[in-house]
T-cell receptor, first 112, second 110 residues
Framework: ETGVTQSPTHLIKTRGQQVTLRCSSQ?????VSWYQQALGQGPQFIFQYYREEENGRGNFPPRFSGLQFPNYSSELNVNALELDDSALYLC???????????FGDGTRLSIL | EDQVTQSPEALRLQEGESSSLNCSYTVSGLRGLFWYRQDPGKGPEFLFTLYSAGEEKEKERLKATLTKKESFLHITAPKPEDSATYLCAVDPSGTYKYIFGTGTRLKVLA
């Protein structure tokens, strides 16, 4: 069974640029959540998608946006990048909102 | 405000020295409490889900328990390969937002 895969693994951007991160969910999992993990901190919930609709959002500004596709894969888009956006971005998938989430290994985003 | 606090922040154990990690929470409701293990440069790996006070789950040297205010992850006779950061997360009722603690960094020395 293929797990959650994320791409790219590492990315370097400069302030003001835009970035798109990608996630392929585990087979059969229709719910995808995105998290931001700063160094030494726990993951922080950004938003969740269920059957292509946003299904809950954390305290992140609108420049963080997302998409889910019919095959349940997902994208996280961040506009107008700031230095504080440097973090590990994790994608997690589950069979439903009250099921354990399974995480990918993340994308390490560095903003210069 | 919903909150999860883990203690200690870091823990060093000798191989075979049993101990417990704590996760205390204040949430408006609880649809589940989750324990994850995270190795450096990797994503969190699911360990356990607990749904109600009194529930216990076991896997190899790990045992998770849940009360109305906190959860414990007991590690019995740990080995160096148990070294990792252990994360606790809660799912408050109806919000679909998983709230994580900051984790406990465990180092087991041979």
């Amino acid at each position: 069974e293929t797990g959650v895969t994320q791409s790219p693994t590492h990315l370097i951007k400069t302030r003001g640029q835009q970035v798109t991160l990608r996630c392929s969910s585990q087979s059969g999992h229709n719910t995808v959540s995105w998290y931001q993990q700063a160094l030494g901190q726990g993951p922080q919930f950004i938003f969740q998608y269920y059957r292509e609709e946003e299904n809950g959002r954390g305290n992140f500004p609108p420049r963080f946006s997302g998409l889910q596709f019919p095959n349940y894969s997902s994208e996280l888009n961040v506009n107008a990048l700031e230095l504080d956006d440097s973090a590990l971005y994790l994608c997690a998938s589950s069979l439903g909102s009250n099921q354990p989430q399974h995480f990918g290994d993340g994308t390490r985003l560095s903003i210069l | 405000e919903d909150q999860v606090t883990q203690s200690p922040e870091a823990l060093r154990l000798q191989e075979g020295e049993s101990s417990s990690l704590n996760c205390s929470y204040t949430v408006s409701g609880l649809r589940g409490l989750f324990w994850y293990r995270q190795d450096p440069g990797k994503g969190p790996e699911f360990l356990f889900t607990l749904y109600s006070a009194g529930e216990e789950k076991e896997k190899e040297r790990l045992k998770a328990t849940l009360t109305k205010k906190e959860s414990f992850l007991h590690i019995t006779a740990p080995k160096p390969e148990d070294s990792a950061t252990y994360l606790c997360a809660v799912d408050p009722s109806g919000t679909y937002k998983y709230i994580f603690g900051t984790g406990t960094r465990l180092k087991v020395l041979a």
